[in-house]
Nanobody, 129 residues
Framework: QVLLVESGRGLVQAGDSLRLSCAAS????????LGWFRQAPGKDRELVAA????????DYVDSVKGRFTISRDNTKNTVSLQMDSLKPEDTAVYYC??????????????????????WGQGTQVTVSS
């Protein structure tokens, strides 16, 4: 079973940058697609960014395109979310999520929360205006 642990929580000001990281541990990390989701108070959980096992395919919610970058290092079993030009509306609990796939989906990413099998505990990001 893969376990996910996020790090990088913080209180920042609008316009600042923050980097979230997620470390995966467990018997196997192979063919794992990854994503970052967020949930603000009173709102549904939404996808922020998703990345394939290969790392060559990714997708972002429109509101963060051009500001956030997802990346992964399969040699270290980590996925990161670089967040630039942060806005108050980015305030939320951010979750790292993993989906077990196989070699046929090495270049696939997934955008729906129900597609993911494993979740981290979440990390708070607060952006003040």
């Amino acid at each position: 079973q893969v376990l996910l642990v996020e790090s990088g929580r913080g209180l920042v000001q609008a316009g600042d940058s923050l980097r979230l990281s997620c470390a995966a541990s467990g018997p196997t990390f192979r063919w794992i697609a990854l994503g970052w989701f967020r949930q603000a108070p009173g709102k549904d959980r939404e996808l922020v960014a998703a990345i394939s096992w290969s790392g060559t395919s990714s997708d972002y919610v429109d509101s963060v395109k051009g500001r956030f970058t997802i990346s992964r290092d399969n040699t270290k079993n980590t996925v990161s979310l670089q967040m630039d030009s942060l806005k108050p509306e980015d305030t939320a609990v951010y979750y790292c999520a993993a989906k077990r796939t196989d070699y046929r989906h090495y270049d696939s990413y997934f955008t729906r929360s129900y597609e993911y099998d494993i979740w981290g505990q979440g990390t708070q990001v607060t952006v003040s205006s």
